[in-house]
Structures are given as structure tokens and as C-alpha cells.
């Protein structure tokens, strides 16, 4: 295959970014905005060895999935909404799919367990106007007029749109009373690459049941000249709550500062998942699509069987959401977050909600929960601690083994796990299931509708034995009797090898041979050896340089490590 060629192609599936997938002559490749079951004319944009790009140019024969007409005109431009041409119920059967496809090939779950614990995917009513949060980059066009929308894929090109399908209906009027003020007053937008001008973007929030609204402009600045006019056109808006700017002068492509200035009125609003009431300030983690949070919080919770009398730790808590869901029905919930801001809510929120048994830790739990259990054992006698139920809510590059670990030692029950990413689940699975842990429930959640992304919550229990047998046994000297010195040398021949680590390798080549090794080149010789490696799900497709090999020297300093440390 060569650039600018023109093949027919036939979809067959959708990778993580969206793209239909397709072979020709065994020849992979990756086409933006066809569906499975096109059948389309694309031009290859690169080529390169074993797969391709190719730019959709006909559709020759549309899939019995495709929309005619997408709800929203921009969705191939913006690229927020992947799928947005595929029917709702094809959407959900790709979405059960590629969860179920992910536990079975990175995470080894048999077929057969999967058919028993697997439940149907659960999806919206109403697809659309889900979002209860929107963030919107302001810049201007050619014509030097001040626009609003959504970065094209890829890029940071603003397409023009005030009226995102997956927003709610007052985010439009919200943007064109900024606009309108900035023109109007000439007030610049930021350039991201001069680093000049003043409004970066704004953020909408929502409150579903409280009908509660959030405008915060993040502004490049201290100040935003003539707020009191905006403030006045804004609190002509039904719910309008809180007015703030987040004050962000830093040349970087993160959204909002750390500083909060109050314009009017409160610097947070309420909403409610379920009875749990929860404040909500700028800079908060808070699910977006409050309709399905309360579905999946629900399902974590009818997973965890709570009588009372239970102790559950919550892991990556953010402000507290599952965590006080949890706490009405456990004994004592312990909630981790790395964010200091989002404990202070997570606080603050089980004070409004007059929850008393939910305490919460500030720090990376991959630190946090081993270091408590090393803690505990040190002040307990050798006492290792306990909890009844871990719950698990990760970012999407899953949980790190030395957490999956000590969640492990602390043998609970029941571990629930909910996952914005099937693939690092599907590997976090495997460890747990290898580990005295079995799945139970499956139920994947549609948390984003018209997107490639998939929200699932597991249940793993911890394995009992089917039976037990008694028997004794004698130590000493004499027969019938079993040698001490005899289990000790076993116990050593068996010992558990030392994991041997990528740092381990580094530092041995360092101090034998007086050069340094990149984890790249360990790796590319540990995948040349045919040697099992780490599944890294979000690997990137195409590099921005090509990669760099190792030295023939490197080479075997690298193989004399891995035989050193008995890897080879």
C-alpha cells in the first residue's frame, strides 16, 4: 500500500480512538467516520509497514447502523462524538463487545465464565443532553471574530458550535451572552501559541436535579475588565448559582488554574446522586452524566452487599461520591484521593449529608492503602489489617501492581471494581483472578453515549475451597517423623523468585559495564527474546520520532542482566 491510494474497504470493527477498521489483503487500516459494516472508498494518508490512515472518501455501501443524519452536523469535524452516525442499539452491542473482548484476550477470562457472569449493558433512555459539565475553548477565527466550540480531533483548531447534542440546552445561551459581552467590550481571547490575549475558556456546570448553573471563565489574567456587565446578563438565567473566573497565566495546555475568584453569588453548586447531596466547586472530579453515575453508583453498591457491619476502603474517592453512597449502609468507609481539593469536598460533603463513618486520606492510594497495612502490622503485634470490601475507581491506566498487591494482603471479600477503561481492568482482573479472586458480576454502563468510551463495574469474591482434609503431622528425628532442616531447605528451593525489575537491570549494567540503558532498549530486547511483557493498553499508535535501537554492546549488557538475574 502507498499514500494517496484508493482502496474499497469493508469494516469490520472500531478501534479505541473511533475509527472503523478494515483489511485489505490482510493489509490493516484505520478509516475516521466509517462504522462496522460499511463498506467504503478511502485514500491512504500514510502507510506504513503492517497497517495504514485513510481519509473516508464514499461511502459505497452503508451499514444497516448507519444514520442518515446525525443529530448534530458538526460530529464528523468535532470528533467528540465518534459514533454519533452509528444506531443507539449498535452502539451498545459494540460497547458489551469490546468490554467482554478485553476480559477475554488481555485478562484470560474463559468464555464460558464470562457467559455466566456477564449481565447486559445498560444504556440511556435519551441518548443526548447527558453532559453536565462542558468546557469550551474561546479563540477567534480568520475574520479575527471571537468564537467558541470544540477542538477539532487531534488538533486545537476551535470548531465553531454553541450547541453541543450532548450538552444541556442552556450552555448555548450561556455562550452567546459571553461572546457578545467580549465583543462588545473588547475583550481578547487567548492565543495559545503568543500566549496573549485574556479568556482561555469557559466552564459550564449543571445541577439535573437542582437545576443549578456554574460559569467559570478562565481567564489569563487577575482581573476580567467590566464583570459586572456579564455578571448582569448572566443572572438573567433561571438557576444561575455561581459566577467565577479561574485565574490560569501558565503556558500550558491544562484548562484551570488553581486559584478561584468569585464573581457572584457562591463558589460551588448542589446536585444529588440518589438521597446523597453533594457541593460542587470548579475544580471538583464529578461524574458527568449524572443520570447513568446513579445506575453505576448503584450497581457498586448492590455489588458490595453492605449489612452494616462492614469496613470498605474507596480508592481514587475524588469527592467523596461513591464513598458516602457506601457509607450508608457500612460500619466505616475509608476514602483515598491524590487531590487535596477534592477531599476537602469529599469532607465537606459528608458533612452536609450528616455521614459520620466516612473518613478521608489525602494521597496516591498506590501509597496510601500499603503503607497503612505495613503500618498496622508494625503497631498490631504482626496483626495484619483487615477490610470487608475495597472498592476500586481508577484512571483509565488502572490500578498499579503494588496496590493490586495490598489489596490482596488485606483479603476482603469482595473487591468491586469500576472501570472507565476495560482494557487496564481486563489486565487488573487477571492479577486479581490469579491472585485467590474470581469474577462474579459483569454489568458494563453506557456512561457517554455517541463515544467509543464504556464505563464497567465488577464484582471479584474472594475463592473458597470446596472442602477441607485434617492432617497431622510430626517434626523431628525418627521414623514417621518429618526432619525440620528438611523443611527449611525446601522452603528455600521454593522461595518466591524476587520480582526483577526494569531499575534492577538498569543499575547492574550501570555498575558492571559504566553505561547507562533506556527501558526501551530492555524492553525491545525482552520482546525480541520471545519473553512475556507488560500489556500497555494505551500505548501510543505511531511515534512522534522514530525509535532509537540499542547498540549491539547494549544488547548483550542487557542479556548478561537477564541472565544474571535468572530471566534467561
Known sequence: MQKNDLVTVAIEDIGVGGEGIG??????????????????????????????????????????????????PMARRCGGCQIQEMKYGAQLSFKEGKVRG?????????????????????GMEEPFHYRNKAQFPIGTDKEGHIITGFYAGRTHSIIPNTDC?????????????????????????????????????????????????????VINGEKLP???????????????????????????????????????????????????????SPLSFYQVNPVQTEKLYGLALDYADLNGNETVWDLYCGIGTISLFLAQNAKQVYGVEIVPQAIDDARNNAKINDITNAEFYVGKAEEVLPEYYREYQESHGGETAHADVIVVDPPRKGCEESLLQTIV?????????????SATLARDVKFLRESGYELKKITPVDQFPNTVHVETVVLLSHKKADSYIHIDVEFGEGEGKIPV??????????????????????????????????????????????????????????????????TPEKVEAIK?????FAVI
Open 23 to 72: 483489511k485489505v489483503d490482510g493489509y490493516t487500516l484505520f478509516i475516521k467516520d466509517a462504522i462496522i459494516g460499511d463498506v467504503v472508498e478511502a485514500k491512504i494518508v500514510k502507510a506504513k509497514k503492517n497497517y495504514g490512515y485513510a481519509r473516508l472518501m464514499n461511502i459505497v455501501t452503508p451499514s444497516e447502523n448507519r444514520i442518515e443524519k446525525p443529530a448534530c
Open 102 to 122: 478485553n476480559l477475554e484476550r488481555i485478562g484470560e477470562v474463559p468464555a464460558e465464565l464470562l457467559d455466566k457472569v456477564m449481565q447486559p449493558i445498560v
Open 165 to 217: 447534542t450532548l450538552g444541556v440546552a442552556v450552555n448555548q445561551k450561556i455562550l452567546e451572552i459571553i461572546l457578545h459581552f467580549m465583543e462588545n467590550n473588547h475583550i481578547s481571547a487567548y492565543d495559545e501559541e503568543k500566549h496573549k490575549g485574556l479568556v482561555r475558556h469557559v466552564l459550564i456546570r449543571y445541577g439535573f436535579k437542582t437545576d443549578e448553573i456554574m460559569v467559570c471563565l
Open 226 to 280: 467590566h464583570a459586572e456587565k456579564l455578571v448582569d446578563k448572566l443572572c438573567e438565567i433561571s438557576g444561575m448559582t455561581s459566577i467565577t473566573i479561574s485565574v490560569n497565566k501558565a503556558k500550558t495546555n491544562v484548562i484551570m488554574g488553581n486559584e478561584i475568584k468569585l464573581l457572584w453569588g457562591q463558589t460551588y453548586i448542589t446536585d444529588y446522586i440518589g438521597n446523597v447531596k453533594y457541593q460542587i
Open 409 to 421: 494482603d488485606m483479603q476482603p471479600e469482595k473487591v468491586v471494581y469500576v472501570s472507565c477503561d
Open 485 to 550: 532442616d528438611s523443611i527449611a531447605k525446601r522452603a528455600e528451593a521454593y522461595k518466591p523468585k524476587e520480582k526483577v525489575t526494569y531499575k534492577m537491570i538498569k543499575e547492574y549494567i550501570e555498575a558492571k559495564y559504566g553505561f547507562k540503558v533506556h527501558t526501551a532498549y530492555i524492553a525491545e530486547v525482552k520482546r525480541n527474546l520471545g519473553l512475556p511483557m507488560y500489556d500497555a493498553p494505551n500505548a501510543v499508535e505511531e511515534l512522534k520520532q522514530p525509535r532509537k535501537h540499542p
Open 560 to 564: 548478561d542482566a537477564l541472565r544474571y
